[in-house]
Nanobody
Framework: QVQLVESGGGLVQPGGSLRLACATS????????ITWFRQAPGKEREGVSC????????YYAESVKGRFTISRDNAKNTVYLHMNSLKPDDTAVYYC??????????????????WGQGTQVTVSS
């Protein structure tokens, strides 16, 4: 059974950093594509970053390029999202997601069947 559990969210000042973790179980991590999404109040859920199965090619939304880094630790079955230079616009609930049949990166939400419960990130002074 696929399970995803996010952690690491919190309150941080503008310009600060956070590291989110997506702990996975029920599957072999490097055989699955993992994507981080976020949803701010009153807005649609949007893709933030993705790491593909196999070689682990990474992709980023334009809004986070150069500030966020996605990484994967297969030994710990965990995917991380390192977030630097945080802005108030980054405030959202962050989710990780996957799907057994997905072998490439996409930010199309309909491709994902398995989601974590989310972790809140608040960027405010």
């Amino acid at each position: 059974q696929v399970q995803l559990v996010e952690s690491g969210g919190g309150l941080v000042q503008p310009g600060g950093s956070l590291r989110l973790a997506c702990a996975t179980s029920g599957f072999t991590l490097d055989e699955y594509t993992i994507t981080w999404f976020r949803q701010a109040p009153g807005k649609e859920r949007e893709g933030v970053s993705c790491i593909s199965s196999g070689h682990g090619t990474t992709y980023y939304a334009e809004s986070v390029k150069g500030r966020f880094t996605i990484s994967r630790d297969n030994a710990k079955n965990t995917v991380y999202l390192h977030m630097n230079s945080l802005k108030p616009d980054d405030t959202a609930v962050y989710y990780c997601a996957t799907d057994p049949g997905l072998k490439y990166c996409t930010f199309y939400i309909g491709n994902y069947d398995d989601w974590g419960q989310g972790t809140q990130v608040t960027v405010s002074s």
